[in-house]
């Protein structure tokens, strides 16, 4: 049995919406260039038949991921409840302790929507597998690359 993959609900309409982007507009696109290369004539040394049929094989690459990804995924639903403890699909606002930083808030999503220059950070990373479950006012210590870093829950929500 496959592995369930956590979305929230707007994680799992994007990956719904560039799914049909890929099978309605990107297939098409890359079948037309495939024809028109294979016009050309030879085949063996058609350097435009080689890069459409690379880009073919990497499209269909990524429309198989993301129709298992779809078909194993489970929506995060926010009740409201619990909303006192962080957990996947909620926002949280964290600051460094003893920094005159200003506090930074994120999403903490699965690893499969996770952006960080978006604010989206995954449950699975180092930071947001630290903050799921703490309340307001914990503190955490976070073991990072450059070294061990503790933040402070500012706020959840």
């Not at 990497?58 to 909303?83: Q, V």
């Amino acid at each position: 049995m496959a592995e369930e993959i956590l979305l929230t609900k707007e994680g799992y309409e994007a990956k719904v919406a560039e799914l049909d982007e890929l099978r309605t507009i990107r297939r098409p696109e890359i079948a037309e260039r495939l024809k028109e290369a294979m016009s050309y004539g030879d085949i063996s040394e058609n350097s435009e038949y080689d890069a459409a049929k690379n880009e073919q094989a990497e499209l269909e690459d990524r429309i198989g991921k993301l129709e298992i990804l779809i078909k194993n995924a489970k929506i995060i639903e926010d009740d409201g409840k619990g909303s006192d403890v962080v957990k996947i699909g909620q926002k949280v606002t964290i600051k460094k302790v003893g920094s005159k930083e200003k506090p930074v808030s994120y999403i903490i999503v699965s690893s499969s929507e996770a952006d960080p220059i978006s604010g989206k950070i995954s449950n699975v990373s180092p930071v947001g597998a630290a903050l799921i479950g703490q309340k307001v006012k914990n503190k955490v210590e976070v073991k990072l690359p450059g070294g061990t870093v503790k933040y402070e829950v500012v706020a959840i929500g």
